[in-house]
Each structure stands twice: as C-alpha cells, then as structure tokens.
C-alpha cells in the first residue's frame, strides 16, 4: 500500500520527470526511492537526534538502537554531561580499563566494542541506570521528519536518473548535497548559540 506521507513528494518527482500518471514508476518503487533517499539525508545531514537509557549490564557493554548512527553526547543520572572516550585515551592510564570499576560512569567508550555498541566506563552494578545516550539516528521508515524535502527530492531524481543510466543524476546530487551542507550550517550556528547560553545540558 503506497505510503500517504509520501503522496506529495511522489507527485513533485513525478512532474519533474514527466510520469504524472507512474507509468514508469509506480507508487510502491518511488516510496523505496524516497525511503532511500532519507536515509542517506540522514546520515549527511546528521540533524535527527534519539535517545535511550543507557542500563548498566555486567561486562559494560551497551547495545545502541536499531537507528544508530552516530554518538552525540552522555547525559548522566546527575545531569551532568559525560565524555565520550576513546578507548587509546583511556587505555594510557588504565591498561585494562575495562576491568575498572566504580559506582559512577565518567564516560562511555564509543570506538572499542564494535559499531553500535558501547562501553560504560567504569564499569558500575548491573541493572542500574547510568544516564541516556543522545545519538545521531537514521530517520523512520515511511515517515518525512525533514522540512528539507528539497533535499529529498533532489536525491530522489538522482537515484532515478541513476538508474536510467543519465548524465544528469549527477548534477541532482550535487544539488543535495549543497542543501544539506546548507541545512548543516545553519544548525551548527544555532547550536553554538544554544551552547553559548545555556553551558550545560539537562
């Protein structure tokens, strides 16, 4: 069943490439093309933020949400941030940092374990709540959570005049890739100011 959000998009591309009727893409194969095309804005753009609790387990090691992308910050139980440790920082002062306990977290360690996964640092009691993790995520299938839909639909004219082998889908992501880095820059200038002001995250 097509997917409604969609429905507007769907026609945009479909003008642009002169199939107002889809009788070369139907429905069900432009939403995959919009899905895609999310996903990739997604990880681009970077501007999608989740959450979780992060649960102590005993060897440490947290698992992230399907939709992970990215670690953004740590927030403890106190409310304080944490840092985000690289496991050669820690390493230097503790050489087996993962055997290192305690009854509160300084940080997690996001480059050790393997993608998706992290470690609590140090280790603190299984089963207790040791703050929530804010990450970069992928958008929701069949959902539009951008107000950027130009990007969107430039990407979309991309993977379809990719697939019909055309010169021109190159210029399409170009033109992605311009409003995206746009998007991108007016985020960080209101982060900076948001940071400026507040000086902590709660």
Avoid at 6 to 17: D, G, N, Q, V, Y
Wanted: aromatic share 12%; with cysteine; hydrophobic share 35%.
């Amino acid at each position: 069943m097509p997917v409604s959000s969609f429905r507007e998009l769907r026609e945009k591309i479909r003008r642009a490439i002169r199939d107002t009727y889809g009788q070369m893409w139907d429905d069900p194969a432009l939403d995959e093309i919009i899905n895609e095309a999310q996903r990739e804005y997604s990880i681009l753009a970077g501007s999608f933020i989740g959450t979780t609790d992060a649960i102590a387990t005993a060897d440490g090691i947290c698992a992230c949400p399907a939709d992970f992308i990215e670690a953004e910050r740590f927030i403890g139980t106190d409310g304080e941030e944490k840092a985000l440790f690289s496991w050669r920082y820690l390493a230097e002062m503790y050489p087996d940092f993962r055997s290192v306990t305690g009854s509160e977290i300084r940080g997690i360690v996001t480059d050790f374990d393997g993608y998706g996964k992290y470690r609590l640092f140090p280790k603190i009691p299984a089963g207790e709540n040791a703050g929530k993790l804010y990450y970069k995520r992928l958008a929701t299938l069949d959902e539009i959570e951008t107000r950027n839909v130009e990007a969107l639909e430039q990407h979309c004219l991309f993977q379809v005049f990719l697939l019909n082998g055309k010169q021109a889908a190159s210029e399409y992501y170009r033109r992605f890739t311009e409003a995206v880095n746009e998007e991108s820059v007016q985020l960080r200038g209101i982060k900076v100011n948001s940071r400026i002001r507040k000086g902590k995250y709660y």
